[in-house]
């Protein structure tokens, strides 16, 4: 049911005829159909639970749960979360590496947010730590931040602007963001950190035509980041980069024919150095566009985006680099499924992602793509430890099927090809190059199996198995390890009270 405009009535109404629409108004607001529940995602999302535009929540209430158990009142909302993960893969393919490793992840996530009628403070803290790693295992800060507020915010809300139907949200200070496809812009699932950003962030929508969403934020820079220091757990608390801006504006057009979506938007990063945090002053604009159709039993659904990339870069984090190269590349992304009405609901899905490489590293320009802070367990497979493949210099296509045997029960299998979309670019995860491109640009294939079930709505497990292939550019590029094929495991728990 669409929110319609209420109350768009002349200063000559009478008081009691404007009381009633101010009535109407809010009845029609909470009367509007709440969206469909879906199953609590892989890791904590506690934060998004609650949408205070829509009135309801986008994940099932945990069986389990602290709100009920400590009979608090209706207007305070307390979650915890915990996932604890244990992976490990067995072949190195990053360069000069060698042998496997195994990690611990644990995640634990405590929530908090007070719903004063209008307006909702809210915080969220989170601990991530990573036990059984060592000196070799490359730890960073993908994989552990300790005990640290990734948010803290003040919400402002109004479901029925100026009784025109039209809802508006403002929300300033710390907080994770989660955009469109979440290419770019996304609260981290798989990976055991959680990016988070300072600013303001505004929404406005017209709830079943439209929305858009603005925000002008400094990224968090989590602390420690030393690898010495990751390992000693030594405890500092995270610092908003004030030397970087990242901001954006993102309109959602729904259902325009046929029931397809649209979403069109442009982002830009103006990253600057700092004594604890050198970089490679990024300094782009990032237009996009997006148009989608879901899933649904016995129809097809499609996606497509296509994201460009303009600006400046330098080639290195270097004081001593002070020579901007012109930055100029791309990515597109098409993919079409097909879901049968049958038992088990299987979908059938073919993929295809471009993200372009660099094609001179001799050159003044810089091709490479750049997925900002976008997510890629989604497209790419398990992050972790492992996270083989990220959205730059890829040229991949795809195939899989996904089913549900019971309500509870989810399985899927996937099969990606792997090539470098430059082959004198490099694989950018596993640190090889080879500028001569000599080495080609056959990274190999990835196959990869993954299961979760739903013991109920606070408790689910998940295990996951992905075997690379590798190719002749993973065994012979420059400094590319002298070991076979990678196989990657992992078994989590995830409990939400």
Not at 37 to 47: E, G, M, Q, T
Not at 79 to 101: I, L, P
Not at 290 to 297: E, Q, V
Not at 376 to 399: H, V
Request: proline share 4%; with cysteine; glycine share 8%.
């Amino acid at each position: 049911m669409a929110i319609q405009p209420v109350g768009r009535a002349s200063t000559a109404l009478p008081l009691s005829l404007l009381s009633a629409c101010t009535f109407l108004a809010c009845e029609v607001v909470e009367a509007a159909e709440k969206p469909k529940y879906i199953r609590p995602p892989f890791a904590a999302f506690s934060s998004q639970m609650h949408d205070p535009l829509l009135g309801g929540g986008k994940y099932e209430k945990p069986v389990w749960n602290l709100h009920d158990m400590l009979k608090l009142p209706d207007w305070l909302s307390m979650s915890v979360e915990q996932r604890t993960r244990y992976e490990t893969f067995d072949n190195a393919f990053k360069a000069s590496g060698s042998g496997g490793d195994q990690q611990i992840a644990l995640q634990t996530a405590f929530w908090l947010e007070a719903n004063l009628g209008k307006l909702r403070a809210g915080a969220e803290f989170v601990d991530a730590r990573a036990l059984l790693s060592d000196k070799d295992s490359d730890l960073n800060t993908t994989h552990a931040d300790n005990a640290d507020f990734i948010q803290g915010y003040l919400n402002w809300a109004e479901q029925n602007l100026f009784y025109s139907g039209i809802g508006a949200d403002a929300t300033a200070g710390r907080q994770t963001l989660n955009i469109g496809s979440r290419r770019l812009v996304a609260r981290n699932a798989l990976r055991n950190t959680i990016n988070s950003f300072t600013g303001v962030k505004l929404r406005v929508t017209d709830y079943s035509q439209w929305a858009f969403t603005g925000f002008v934020t400094m990224p968090v820079l989590r602390f420690p980041d030393k690898e010495k220091a990751i390992l000693a757990e030594t405890h500092e608390f995270d610092e908003e980069d004030t030397h970087t801006w990242f901001s954006g504006g993102f309109l959602e057009l729904y259902d325009l024919l046929w029931g397809i979506n649209a979403e069109a938007y442009l982002y830009h990063l103006d990253e600057g150095d700092s004594i604890r945090n050198p970089t490679r002053n990024r300094r782009y604009f990032t237009p996009g566009m997006r148009f989608y159709l879901k899933p649904a039993k016995a129809k097809l659904d499609f996606e497509l985006e296509a994201i460009g990339q303009l600006g400046t870069v330098r080639k290195t984090t270097a004081n001593s680099d002070g020579k901007d190269l012109d930055h100029a590349a791309w990515y597109e992304h098409v993919s079409l499924g097909y879901t049968l009405d049958v038992p088990w609901s299987p979908r059938f899905g073919l993929d295809y992602d471009y993200a372009s490489g660099d094609e001179d590293p001799n050159d003044n320009l810089d091709q490479r793509f750049d997925t900002l802070y976008g997510a890629r367990r989604f497209e790419f497979g398990p992050t972790g430890i492992y996270g083989a493949f990220a959205r730059s210099n890829i040229n991949t296509p795809g195939y899989g099927i996904g089913i549900s045997p019971r309500s509870d029960v989810q399985m899927s299998v996937r099969h990606r090809y792997f090539w470098l979309a430059s082959d004198t670019d490099s694989w950018t995860t596993a640190g090889l190059r080879d500028k001569t491109g000599k080495s080609g640009g056959d990274i190999g294939h990835q196959l990869e199996l993954t299961a979760r079930w739903d013991f109920n709505s606070s408790l689910n497990f998940e295990a996951a198995w992905a075997h690379l292939f590798k190719g002749a550019f993973a065994q012979h590029a420059p400094s590319a390890p002298a070991e076979g094929d990678v196989d990657y495991f992992y078994l989590q728990s995830q409990l939400r009270f």
